[in-house]
């Protein structure tokens, strides 16, 4: 199994960053990808950007340009840096793992961590 644990939100103006980070424990050597998702209120979740093992990476078309994922091996850190941030990305932000073994792949989550973009 993997467990995640987010860190890095908080309160910032529009136009500001931050950067979010997610610390992976566990069965870690089997994970196949990783990702950021996030969930604002009354929507569902969805993708923000991810990185698989041969670090490519995928954004969604709102963030593209502002936001970078990135990943530490040694650490077993995710980050996702967000730059110039609006108040349409306000949202609980979550870490995703997916694990694989032998053909079957294992979603797991983070319990989440906020980010406001509000003047």
């Known amino acids: 199994q993997v467990q995640l644990v987010e860190s890095g939100g908080g309160l910032v103006q529009p136009g500001g960053s931050l950067r979010l980070s997610c610390a992976a424990s566990g069965s870690i050597f089997s994970i196949y990808s990783m990702g950021w998702y996030r969930q604002a209120p009354g929507k569902q979740r969805e993708l923000v950007a991810n990185?698989?093992?041969?670090?490519?990476?995928n954004y969604a078309d709102s963030v593209k340009g502002r936001f970078t994922i990135s990943r530490d091996i040694p650490k077993n850190t995710l980050y996702l840096q967000m730059n110039s941030l609006k108040p349409e990305d306000t949202a609980v932000y979550f870490c995703?793992?997916?694990?694989?073994?032998?053909?079957?792949?294992?979603?797991?989550w983070g319990q989440g961590t906020q980010v406001t973009v509000s003047s």
């Open positions: 990185i698989i093992t041969s670090d490519s990476t």
């Open positions: 995703k793992a997916v694990e694989k073994r032998g053909s079957i792949y294992y979603n797991y």
